[in-house]
């Protein structure tokens, strides 16, 4: 049995993403409750918007310890489900990590946060005179960590693969709250297990 988010651990919440960052109004909740999956809707106990991995390995880990079910959550524009709260309990969303980083023109790479638009991204290699391909038909409004998270592909997927052939390395913070990078920033890579394509799509 899971565990419901008491005052206490809400408290604790608060003093790690800040007062601000913590939802609990029933009407904004019911916002993160669903995604485009049918008509299915399950409201969470509390929507938490971090800013930093390290903000998300302390509400992990703080939920790890108290068996409190934790549901990431993009831009909620899914139709598999994988954004419902199916277990009530918290709501990670990802809107604050909306930066992309760095495009590496010479190698070909580029380092962005999950809740970056992936139009935007899109647009942004282009003007550098490159090109991203996977283009799901909600590219305008969903975020490249969910198209990380189910994989996603969308017309040139036929010619130029899905999300998981364009991505070498991804941050990852654990149930437990450790936080790890699956791979390397190279194209060859076979040291360990192939954790970045397990996380794809998962």
Not at 38 to 66: Q, R, T, W, Y
Not at 184 to 199: E, R
């Amino acid at each position: 049995a899971f565990t419901e988010v008491s005052t206490h651990i809400l408290g604790q919440f608060e003093a790690i993403v800040g007062p601000v960052n913590t939802i609990v109004d029933p009407g904004k909740r019911f916002d993160y409750s669903h995604d485009e999956t049918e008509d299915h809707s399950f409201l969470p106990d509390v929507v938490l918007k971090p800013g930093s991995a390290e903000e998300i390995s302390l509400i992990m880990k703080l939920c790890n310890e108290h068996g409190i079910p934790v549901t990431p959550r993009g831009g909620g524009t899914g139709l598999s489900g994988g954004a419902l709260p199916v277990h009530k309990g918290v709501v990670i969303s990802m809107e604050r990590f909306n930066k992309i980083l760095h495009i590496d023109e010479l190698n070909l790479q580029a380092t962005v946060e999950p809740g970056v638009i992936t139009q935007v991204f899109q647009n942004a290699v282009k003007e550098k005179r490159l090109f991203y391909p996977p283009d799901p038909a909600s590219r305008g409004s969903c975020f490249i960590g969910g198209n990380v998270s189910e994989n996603s592909g969308g017309p040139k997927a036929v010619k130029y693969g899905v999300t998981r052939d364009y991505v070498l390395n991804i941050e990852v913070v654990l149930p437990t709250g450790d936080i790890i990078w699956t791979g390397a920033n190279v194209l060859k890579n076979s040291t360990g297990y192939n954790l970045t394509q397990l996380m794809c799509g998962s």
